[in-house]
């Protein structure tokens, strides 16, 4: 009997420990712009991302599903998903990295800022980045904010010559997460 307790006790003990070193977000933001001048915006906003990062060792990773992006104009968001990112073949943009130096210790109510480094993998293909991000912590919760620019043609993702001076080059990319200790 003491046996079994002492076992129960160990798994129960392992298991906060494991959930304690969890922060997650279920719906995190993400919006890319991809706007020429002169032209109509083309921007896209996706509200549930959602993202784990692991506070023993800075490790992150998020998920956010294409055909949740919301354009201002319906034609935009349908043309984004049939002919561009084809989301019905590849429904998901996922990244996983690691926050460089890490350190959920030396976080407080005031922003600080640190490296992120990963991979980014959208229209079935990955890409190598790396940007700064802002991190705070304020109770149970960590903020974090950044942005990065990537292309279209890292993702193979081909314009028609018909659009293309429309479409920005680059695309910037914001994120807004709040995780929660879990």
């Not at 926050?99 to 959920?104: A, S, T, Y």
């Not at 802002?134 to 960590?142: E, W």
């Not at 993702?155 to 709040?178: G, T």
Request: proline share 3%; with cysteine.
């Amino acid at each position: 009997m003491k046996l079994k307790s002492f076992i129960l006790i160990c798994i129960f003990g392992i298991g906060i420990s494991f959930s304690q070193g969890k922060y997650i977000e279920k719906k995190g933001v993400l919006v890319f712009e991809a706007s020429e001048e002169a032209f109509e915006p083309i921007k896209a906003k996706n509200e549930s991302v959602t993202v784990i990062l692991n506070s023993s060792n800075g490790e992150i990773a998020s998920l956010a599903l294409v055909k949740e992006f919301r354009f201002k104009n319906a034609l935009m968001e349908e043309h984004f998903n049939e002919n561009y990112i084809e989301s019905d073949t590849h429904p998901k943009a996922i990244f996983k990295g690691k926050i460089i130096g890490f350190d959920l210790a030396q976080l407080s109510e005031k922003e600080k800022e640190f490296k992120i480094s990963g991979n980014l993998s959208l229209h079935g293909k990955e890409k190598s980045i790396e940007f700064p991000i802002l991190v705070k912590k304020v109770d149970n919760q960590l903020s974090i904010n950044g942005n990065f620019t990537v292309t279209p043609q890292d993702f193979d993702i081909s314009i028609p010559k018909i659009v293309r001076n429309k479409i920005a080059k680059q695309v910037n990319v914001s994120l807004k997460f709040n995780l929660k200790s879990k």
